[in-house]
């Protein structure tokens, strides 16, 4: 089994340069771009980097 963080790094080398990490049971939503990781919770939004005019709410991602 890998660790969470060993998923991102195998993540960033195949090219995939973010990932996101939804946490039904924390209520979070776990973003990793590049090496930066930053962790939303309800009421957080985010928009993704290939579509920066879109914004998500995590509320809806964890529903």
């Known amino acids: ?3 969470v963080e060993e998923y991102y ?3 960033l080398v195949a090219g995939i340069p973010e990932v996101w990490l939804v946490d039904l049971n924390a209520k979070t939503v776990e973003v990793s ?3 930066t990781v ?3 919770r309800a009421g957080d ?3 993704p980097q290939a579509f ?3 914004e998500i709410a995590v509320t809806e991602l964890l529903a």
Do not use: A, K
């Open 38 to 40: 930053r962790t939303l």
């Open 1 to 3: 089994m890998i660790t």
């Open 9 to 11: 790094r195998m993540c």
């Open 33 to 35: 771009i590049g090496e």
């Open 52 to 54: 920066p005019d879109i």
């Open 45 to 47: 939004t985010l928009s």
